[in-house]
Structure formats: C-alpha cells, structure tokens
C-alpha cells in the first residue's frame, strides 16, 4: 500500500513539474521576444539615422533580413554619392523616407505589445501603434515574425498593415535596391 501511494505521489509532482516546466519556457519566449521587439523600436524606432549610421545587429535581425537591410543600405549610399559626385549634385538621392519599421510614414508616438504566438521555432508579435500628432489619431497593427536561431529569437520581417502600400519589410526593402538599379 505505502508502495502503491509513493509510485502516485511521484507520478503526479512528475507532471505538475512537465506542466510548470512548460509554462516556464513558454514565458521565457514571450519576454524574450519582447525584448527583441523593444529593442527593434528603441533603436530604430524613431529615426533612420541608425539605419545609415550604426552597423546592422546580429542580435536582433535575422541572417536574412540582416542581409537584405545591409543591400538596401549599401544601394542608398551609393546613390547618396552618384548624386553628390554627378553634374547635378543638388538631385534628390534614393535614401529611406518615413518610418520602415512600421506602417505609417509619420511613425509613432507610442506602441504596445499586444500579442504574442510561438509555434515551434517561429513566432509572431502582433504590436499596436498609435500616431496622435494628426487629427484623428491613427491606429494600426504590424505583425513581426520572429525565428528561433541557435536558441535566441531574431526578427526575420514585418508583416504591415493595409495602410502601408508595401505588404512587408522584406519585400520593400528588395524593391528600394531594385529602384537603384532603374
């Protein structure tokens, strides 16, 4: 009987420890990703003159995406400098204009964080903006997709909203290296 009860007894702290375990790591991914995405809107949130000025993060972006913002960038400066160098220096170069990390061109003025779904080794952040320097205030929802690489989260694109003209961060980023190329 006293065998009996024990062998119940470790069977059940058994699974309460799994369930526990579980919800542990589960909230380990969600802050985590929370802090990935902060940190994308701490740095880049508000201007795009990290863009230019500081060197992509291994921390934050994805290899791919990562890849895909350097060639934007390097196509952006080296306008920048066909300009300056041509017999017309006064042209308008192709540089980033507006917010690339979010939907509206304006930006933000404040964010949260609204949801977050892990499913395996991907994961989606839907993140609300809000704009409040225009009348009405505008609102809107970027979903940021985030993959699991050698177990930290990295951001690998940004779903926009329909008040954005390009469907996601990738795709505009590989259309603004193509328009340097007209």
């Given at each position: 009987?006293?065998?009996?009860?024990?062998?119940?007894?470790?069977?059940?702290?058994?699974?309460?420890?799994?369930?526990?375990?579980?919800?542990?790591?589960?909230?380990?991914?969600?802050?985590a990703?929370?802090?990935?995405?902060?940190?994308?809107?701490k740095?880049y949130?508000?201007?795009?003159?990290?863009?230019?000025?500081?060197?992509?993060?291994?921390?934050?972006?994805?290899?791919?995406?990562?890849?895909?913002?350097?060639?934007?960038?390097?196509?952006?400066?080296?306008?920048?400098?066909?300009?300056?160098?041509?017999?017309?220096?006064?042209?308008?170069?192709?540089?980033?204009?507006?917010?690339?990390?979010?939907?509206?061109?304006?930006?933000?003025?404040?964010?949260?964080?609204?949801?977050?779904?892990?499913?395996g080794?991907?994961?989606?952040?839907?993140?609300?903006?809000?704009?409040?320097?225009?009348?009405?205030?505008?609102?809107?929802?970027?979903?940021?997709?985030?993959?699991?690489?050698?177990?930290?989260?990295?951001?690998?694109?940004?779903?926009?909203?329909?008040?954005?003209?390009?469907?996601?961060?990738?795709?505009?980023?590989?259309?603004f290296?193509?328009s340097?190329?007209?």
């Amino acid at each position: 009987m006293k065998k009996q009860l024990f062998l119940y007894i470790s069977i059940l702290i058994f699974f309460i420890s799994c369930t526990k375990n579980t919800t542990s790591s589960a909230t380990s991914d969600n802050t985590a990703i929370g802090m990935q995405v902060d940190e994308l809107y701490k740095k880049y949130g508000k201007s795009n003159e990290a863009i230019y000025n500081e060197p992509i993060s291994n921390n934050l972006f994805s290899k791919d995406l990562k890849s895909i913002l350097e060639g934007a960038i390097n196509a952006s400066k080296t306008d920048i400098e066909k300009v300056k160098n041509s017999d017309h220096p006064d042209e308008k170069p192709l540089i980033f204009e507006g917010a690339i990390f979010s939907s509206l061109y304006e930006g933000y003025t404040n964010y949260k964080i609204e949801s977050i779904t892990v499913k395996g080794k991907t994961a989606e952040a839907l993140v609300q903006f809000e704009y409040d320097m225009a009348s009405p205030k505008v609102i809107w929802k970027d979903k940021i997709e985030l993959i699991n690489m050698y177990k930290e989260w990295k951001i690998d694109n940004i779903i926009f909203d329909s008040i954005k003209s390009s469907r996601d961060l990738k795709t505009e980023m590989k259309s603004f290296v193509q328009s340097t190329h007209q």
